[in-house]
Nanobody, 125 residues
Framework: QLQLVESGGGLVQPGGSLRLSCAAS????????IGWFRQAPGKEREGVSC????????RYADAVKGRFTISRENAKNTVSLQMNNLKPEDTAVYYC??????????????????WGQGTQVTVSS
């Protein structure tokens, strides 16, 4: 069974940092692009960042550029999202999903699959 599991969420003050991890079970990630998405209450799920299978290509939503960094360790079958200088508007449930590099360019949820259950990120003082 293909499954992704997100972890690392929590409560953090504005300006703080969190590191999210996306781990796979039942398959290896090294042949897939991986995207991070988020969904805030009352809003649609939106793309945050994406990384190519080899890790060379990355893509970020304008709202997180310069603050978030996506990386991957294929040997550990994980993809991480380092989030710095967090803002209250970053509060959401964060998800990872499997896609292709060409899907990363749009960061559209429509092209990704094998979604994890999500991890809650709350930015509040």
């Amino acid at each position: 069974q293909l499954q992704l599991v997100e972890s690392g969420g929590g409560l953090v003050q504005p300006g703080g940092s969190l590191r999210l991890s996306c781990a796979a079970s039942g398959f290896t990630l090294d042949s897939s692009a991986i995207g991070w998405f988020r969904q805030a209450p009352g809003k649609e799920r939106e793309g945050v960042s994406c990384i190519s299978s080899g890790g060379v290509g990355t893509r970020y939503a304008d709202a997180v550029k310069g603050r978030f960094t996506i990386s991957r360790e294929n040997a550990k079958n994980t993809v991480s999202l380092q989030m710095n200088n967090l803002k209250p508007e970053d509060t959401a449930v964060y998800y990872c999903a499997v896609g292709r590099w060409r899907d990363c360019l749009s960061l559209s949820t429509a092209y990704f699959n094998s979604w994890g259950q999500g991890t809650q990120v709350t930015v509040s003082s």
